[in-house]
Nanobody, 124 residues
């Protein structure tokens, strides 16, 4: 069982930056691939970024490529999403996700655990 707790969301102006964090419980964090998804009001939840359980591979949605960076610190059981050049279209609730032995390419389609989400609002 893994519990995920996101933090770092907030209100930022267009062009600004935010760093989201997701702290995980459990002793086997390093065996989980991790990802970030987002859901805008009235829309479906969409994949944003993923990092493999070994940390050697990352994968991004085209909409955030070059602006967002996912990373992990297994010693802190935490995954991060550094967001730069934010746009109003990035406004959404951001969810952390975990998949046992997940790869960066499998996580978009296969998630075992979800966090409760953190709101990111980008003003124009």
């Amino acid at each position: 069982q893994v519990q995920l707790a996101e933090s770092g969301g907030g209100l930022v102006q267009a062009g600004g930056s935010l760093r989201l964090s997701c702290a995980a419980s459990g002793r086997t964090f390093s065996t989980y691939g991790m990802g970030w998804f987002r859901q805008a009001p009235g829309k479906e939840r969409l994949f944003v970024a993923a990092i493999s359980w070994g940390g050697g591979s990352t994968y991004y949605a085209d909409s955030v490529k070059g602006r967002f960076t996912i990373s992990r610190d297994n010693s802190k059981k935490t995954v991060y999403l550094q967001m730069s050049s934010l746009e109003p279209e990035d406004t959404a609730v951001y969810y952390c996700a975990a998949a046992l032995h997940g790869t960066s390419r499998s996580i978009p389609k296969n998630v075992d655990y979800w966090g409760q989400g953190t709101q990111v609002t980008v003003s124009s």
